[in-house]
């Protein structure tokens, strides 16, 4: 059974602060991973990642994926209170096509 | 473009009752998902639909049906409601392996 596991839990930064979420997964059949931000509503897409040591950016935000350690990591950068969220990640593989395994989700603050 | 819609956006039920949740999406897409969404819990997959006339179980399928009405539209029904399924309900949709596109949600709450 596909399996993904992010840390911590939860996380209460101030503004300016550089955070590092992770998400660490066991799966029969990689295919890609991804990491969505959930604020008040829908989940919206971060990145896909699906090869190993690529780093995507956007802003301040950047993710790499690590397929021999099986694990990614979300990096945020110079923090701002907009930036709170929870932060999803999701294992796309196994044996159904597009099917998405989600992690329990990183809860971060941010405080002015 | 809407993107992902769905109905209602709230909804309260007694314990045994039943209802449907609706999901459409305007994308095109071949896939289509139901998610729960529970504190502490991330995103469970109920049921999903890799195309038109497929649906498959999740991880947590037990107390719901689905239908894939056509390409754009896939619905989730409740039969006899319980406490247990008091959640945060969110379609999505996907075009094969790239990103899934989530609806606004439906809160559920089964008294």
């Known amino acids: 059974e596909d399996k993904v596991v992010q840390s911590p839990l939860s996380l209460v930064v101030h503004e300016g602060d550089t955070v590092t979420l992770n998400c660490s997964y066991e799966v029969t059949n990689f295919r890609s991973l991804l990491w969505y931000k959930q604020e008040k509503k829908a989940p919206t897409f971060l990145f896909m990642l699906?090869?190993?040591?690529i780093e995507k950016k956007s802003g301040r935000l950047s993710s790499i994926l690590d397929k021999k350690e099986l694990f990614s990591i979300l990096n945020i950068t110079a923090t701002q209170t907009g930036d709170s969220a929870i932060y999803l990640c999701?294992?796309?593989?196994?044996?159904?096509?597009?099917?998405?395994?989600f992690g329990q989700g990183t809860i971060l603050t941010v405080h002015p | 473009n809407a993107g992902v819609t769905q109905t209602p956006k709230f909804q309260v039920l007694k314990t045994g009752q039943s209802m449907t949740l609706q999901c459409a999406q305007d994308m095109n897409h071949n896939s289509m998902y139901w998610y729960r969404q529970d504190p502490g819990m991330g995103l469970r997959l109920i049921y999903y639909s890799a195309s038109e006339g497929t649906t498959d179980k999740g991880e947590v399928p037990n107390g719901y049906n689905v239908s894939r009405l056509n390409k754009r539209e896939f619905s989730l029904r409740l039969e006899s409601a319980a406490p247990s399924q008091t959640s945060v309900y969110f379609c999505?949709?996907?075009?094969?392996?790239?990103?899934?596109?989530f609806g606004p949600g439906t809160r559920l709450t089964v008294t």
């Open positions: 699906t090869s190993s040591g």
């Open positions: 999505a949709s996907s075009e094969a392996l790239y990103e899934q596109y």
């Open positions: 999701g294992h796309a593989g196994g044996t159904s096509y597009g099917k998405l395994t």
